[in-house]
């Protein structure tokens, strides 16, 4: 199904390195955007802001995962699905608002962790899972 893809974007494959600084990049700056966010939520309770690291660390780990596992489609989804939701659970468990830039941010980076995944790589950069 991505093969007609992968074949179009064959002359921009990424080596070893350039992957691994994608990956490393993107952690960085959406580990700093994060911080950012979540300063927003300095006037929730403890349990308030207890419930959104809770669900934001299992957004994160999803979106981690997406390079991380062989099951690289299914994180993908379950990453965007979960970023989301991730306001509307919030809501729900808590009755206050997840910060307004939490779910973009998450989508964000989904976005690119799934694009620097499935980008073509060079055959030393090639993953086998």
Known sequence: MLEPLRRTA???AMDDG???AQISGLQ?????VLG???????DFTP????????VNVAAVVSILFISASRYRLIYTAVALGYSLALPWLVQRITDVAAPD???PTLLIWTFFQAAAEFMPRT???????
């Open 101 to 103: 830039k939490l779910a």
């Open 36 to 42: 950012f966010v979540l300063a927003g939520a300095e």
């Open 123 to 129: 055959k030393a950069a090639d993953r086998q899972p």
């Open 10 to 12: 064959a002359p921009f």
């Open 18 to 20: 350039e992957y691994r």
């Open 28 to 32: 960085i700056v959406f580990g700093a």
């Open 47 to 54: 349990f308030s802001f207890g419930v959104l690291l809770l």
